[in-house]
């Protein structure tokens, strides 16, 4: 009888310890590696979103700089081409000026002439 008994409580025993297993699995003493996992998996995930982030900040550096790059050149350009049409008014005037000079020196020497 003692040795039915034994084997009864043995095999509850047994039945807890499987039962005991599976409610591990699902919260129970296992629950620590899950959550290890889980907080590997946000820190990766974390990793990898901030070297996206850098690589996009290193690609948005070269277009920035590009772009700056390319203004610059165009405003150089520009400026230029400002001192080019400036030193053609200049030289305009001047050629009137001249003309105006020469007209009104012809005319005072008329002048002088019909005297």
């Known amino acids: 009888m003692g ?3 034994r084997e009864e409580a043995m095999q509850s025993l047994g039945k807890r310890k499987k039962i005991d297993q599976v409610d591990g699995d699902a919260g129970g003493a296992n629950n620590g590696g899950t959550l290890a996992k ?3 998996m ?3 995930d974390y990793n990898a979103d901030l070297e996206f982030r850098k690589y996009q900040y290193e690609i ?3 277009e920035r700089e590009a772009v700056r790059s390319r ?3 165009e405003r150089r350009i520009e400026r230029e081409l400002q001192a ?3 030193r053609c ?3 305009r005037h001047a050629t009137q000026l001249r003309m105006y000079l020469e007209m009104m020196m012809n ?3 008329s002048m002088n002439k019909s005297k």
Request: no cysteine; net charge negative; proline share 0%.
């Open 84 to 86: 080019e049409q400036l």
């Open 3 to 5: 040795a039915t008994i």
């Open 107 to 109: 005319m005072i020497t």
């Open 38 to 40: 889980m907080m590997k």
């Open 42 to 44: 946000m820190h990766d």
């Open 71 to 73: 203004e610059y050149e």
């Open 89 to 91: 008014d200049r030289e």
């Open 60 to 62: 948005d550096q070269e």
